[in-house]
């Protein structure tokens, strides 16, 4: 299982789709649900700062369990920092910093922001339907009295470990409320984004994890 605390959301990471299998991609899209996603898409690209809180339930369908968990996020441009099951994650658009606070360990990385999808970078949410996924509108739902756009969303990458995605995007204020993906292993995530708050001063420093701020930290650099 990947880092679940990095379920969900590079906002600005480039579509690398050439020009010449662009229309034969997009002939497989729905044109309706890729309206709907280019708008929400459109709008949380204009923010120059998104901070939201989140809830993640973690459903296990073979063991009949269920857990529940909070968490926050605050997000600058390729930037990002997390809160969530216990850990802290840093990104600085470069390095990647996991820090285990009840162990006072952190684990370094130099992801590969390429190849990588939005399961392993939180600002992906508002992008990756673009270049890693078909899509297709299902209808709309009513969830807590707030009309929603029902969108499915299927990797085109049939290596992954989940079999399709479920966005829920609320029509009026045109943001994602909810996305569920659908594990072939028998076990979903679903990420319930709560309070989003839009360009909100953040420094850059808040995506920098520093040592001299945690005595005696643990440090595993697996940049070498």
Sequence with gaps: ???????????????????????????????????????????????????ADF???????????QSKSRGAVQI?????YMESMGSMVFFNGKTLWSYMPDINEVTVSEPDSIEGDFIDNPALIFTFYNRDFKYRLIGEARIENRWMYEIDLFPKNLDQPYSRF???????????????AIGKDGIDYTIFLINLRYNLPINDSKFTFKTSEYPKVEVIDMRF
């Design 1 to 51: 299982m990947k880092n679940i605390y990095s379920l969900f959301f590079l906002l600005l990471l480039t579509n690398q789709i050439n020009a010449q299998n662009k229309d034969e991609q997009e002939a497989l899209q729905d044109p309706a649900a890729k309206e709907i996603l280019d708008r929400v898409s459109n709008k949380m690209l204009s923010y120059q700062t998104i901070m």
């Design 166 to 180: 479920k966005v829920f995007i609320d029509k009026e204020k045109e943001e994602i409320y909810m996305l569920k």
């Design 55 to 65: 809830e993640l339930v973690i459903n296990n369908r073979v063991d009949k369990l």
């Design 76 to 80: 600058k441009g390729n930037k990002y």
